[in-house]
């Protein structure tokens, strides 16, 4: 794809600031790493090989039977049974004493005298995934040690792995939100701008009486009545935040309804949403882009918040709202709040000196340099 | 070259063009701007008339409405024999390939985000069904025809000087083959040393495709070379109307003198001896026009009648018309009972504001 010129002066004058080019590489690496989660924290093994045949759990089902254990239900890979079973292709014994069967696999490569067809398991980098459950041996949350790096919290979980999660949901939730947000807004100033007059005037009175509604109950209110989850999220926050953006475009849009340009398009019988989208909103950008950076922190805040009051998503889920609210609960365990405090300040940081470089670059007097 | 029993192309009758003004909270009308006030002209076949008059007398927003890029108050605009005046402009879409505008500012008119390529298409894309490769062959032929280089269909419009961004916008107007352009001062934002240049294309161009020109401009020398009627404007309406030879040689119209008592003239022995007519005030508000005529605030001949009745546009010679009471005055009866009605309609107007 080529960039007009203008977008390529942009996109050099964007380079050209070290702090917002540098933050969009290490952003861009790590949200493109957290895509990848399952790949990096997960309690299943990436690969099986088992009797000389490869198994790929993150994709495809396997009960227990699969591997000669006794039950039709998914196999739990991390109990020390299954993780025998695999090792030592099938061996009854490890159904009973799996310590004695691994050891003599170890030692001879046979189990009770039978000889074995050696198996192995890759596991990823980090062997638990959001939800799973640790077996600790000490009361939870549990300090930083070598299998858990950065400890786990009150229900015995590891702290990097809800990260890790918990950092793509809160990126994935905010671009989602600020995507439908943006275009709805836009959508609605563009409309209002355009047209101006009566249509202006009602809507825009609507929108102070629903930027009166306390968002904060409705979602209490709905939370009572459904059961959270992420797109129920997605949907009211989109509800609640469309408004954000629409008095900077419909203030664009009334300014450059009357350039002369948009006045020749119209004389050529160009319809109303071709000149709209052809002409006035490329101006329109400028401003919009100016906005969306308070737009994308204010949701991952508003995500969070709504996790830490206990309304947003289910317990269960990766969130770094109730990392913090642990962390609050639970003040003997530090690293809960140094994690969940250095997870948002990065993000954060990231995104805000990202958008800052952007929007220095939109920036019309900055252009001609 | 325009056949005098040709029939008109252009018809605009009782055009009116009223801005309302608004106040209070719930926008009640309080009142009207006459931006353009009961203005009727026709154009010919291949003629092109000029409209001049001063900044704010109306001329624009008269040439707007006639594209019906306003919604015109009252007044029926014929086109073609098509009446587009109440036309919703769903329906007009169908039509506005017939008539174009070249506007003011090029600089303003052309979208800086857009090549000439893409500028000077944009209409084909709307109207014309035509392949990728046709349309590029259609904007090479527009700018061969406006005298652009070719190999500026890529730029933008800020690397291209006033003059020939001027050409870009009327390579755009052509582009759809239009019968009627309204040319919306296409010059004055030119340097002088450009402006013959597009007004000489604006010609040839005629010439070549039989285009029909309303020519809005304030500059009176310009339109006397380009035009071939005139008419003359003041606060929103048609002061003098008349062949460009007639309205030159022989104003009648106090404004129209005092209008062209202005111009300097090329030779100093007679701009020397020239006397021109300096107006005393401003021009009053198209929201609260003076009763009577409109220019009898200013007239330097003005008489008692004029502030009481406004006077009707009467044809004084074959083909030209001034709205003026110096000529109602020498009329027959039949005059003066035009200008009576004139003033009854005048006062309906006042209640109704």
Known sequence: MALSPLNQRRWRNFRANRRAYWSLLLFSLIFGLSLFAELIANDKPLLVSFRGELKYPLTRFYSERDFGGDFQTAVSWRDAEVQCLIRTGGAELCLDDPTAALAEAEASGTVEGVKIEPGWMIWP???????TISDLGEPAPSAPDNRHWLGTDNTARDVLARVIYGFRLSVAFALI?????????????????YFGGAIDLIFQRVIELWGSVPSLYIIIIVAAIWPMNFWLLVILMTVFGWTALVGVV????????????????????????????????????????????????GTIAGLASLDFLGFGLPSSAPSLGELTLQAKQNLQA????????????????????????????FDPRKTFR | ???????????????????????????????????????????????????????GCGKSTCGRAVLRLYDPTAGSIRIDGTEIGTMSQRALRPLRPQMQMVFQDPQASLNARMTVAAIISEPLDEHAQMSRAEKLQRVYELMDAVGLNRQFANRYPHEF?????????????????????????????????????????????QEKLGLT??????????????????????????????????????????????????VPEPDPVSESTRKRIILQGDVPSPANPPKGCNFCTRCPKVMPVCREIKPDLLEIAPGHFAACHLHTQTKTVTAGRTGGTGAIEHNQQGENA
Not at chain 1, 257 to 282: K, T
Not at chain 2, 229 to 238: P, T, W
């Open chain 1, 250 to 297: 419909r203030a664009e849009f009334l300014r450059a309804r009357n350039f002369e340009y948009v006045r020749a398009a119209r004389a050529l019988g160009v319809p109303d949403r071709v000149i709209m989208f052809r002409h006035v909103l490329p101006n329109a950008m400028v401003a919009t882009l100016t906005m969306l950076p308070f737009v994308i922190t």
């Open chain 2, 161 to 205: 000087s006033g003059g020939q961004r001027q050409r870009i916008g009327i390579a755009r107007a052509l582009a759809l083959n239009p019968k009627f352009i309204v040319c919306d001062e296409p010059i004055a934002a030119l340097d002088v040393s450009i402006q013959a240049q597009v007004v000489n294309l604006l010609e040839d161009l």
């Open chain 1, 125 to 131: 980098l980090i062997p638990f995934s959001y939800n």
């Open chain 1, 177 to 193: 939100v600020t995507l439908t947000t943006s275009v709805i807004g836009i959508a609605a100033g563009a409309v209002q701008g």
């Open chain 1, 334 to 361: 530090p690293w809960l709040a140094f994690t969940a405090f250095f997870t948002f300040a990065i993000m954060l940081s990231l995104l805000v000196f990202i958008f800052e470089g952007v929007r220095d670059a």
């Open chain 2, 213 to 262: 020109y309303l020519f809005i401009s304030h500059d009176l020398s310009m339109v006397r070379h380009i035009c071939d009627r005139v008419a003359v404007m003041y606060l929103g309406r048609i002061a003098e109307i008349a062949p460009r030879d007639a309205l030159y040689a022989n104003p009648q119209h106090p404004y129209t003198q005092a209008l062209l008592s202005a």
């Open chain 2, 1 to 55: 070259m325009a056949d005098p029993t040709a029939k008109p192309l252009v018809e605009v009758r009782g055009l009116k063009m009223y801005f309302p003004i608004t106040s209070g909270l719930l926008r009640r009308k309080v009142g009207d701007v006459k931006a353009v006030d009961d203005v009727s002209f026709s154009i010919m076949q291949g003629e092109t008339l000029g409209l001049v008059g001063e900044s």
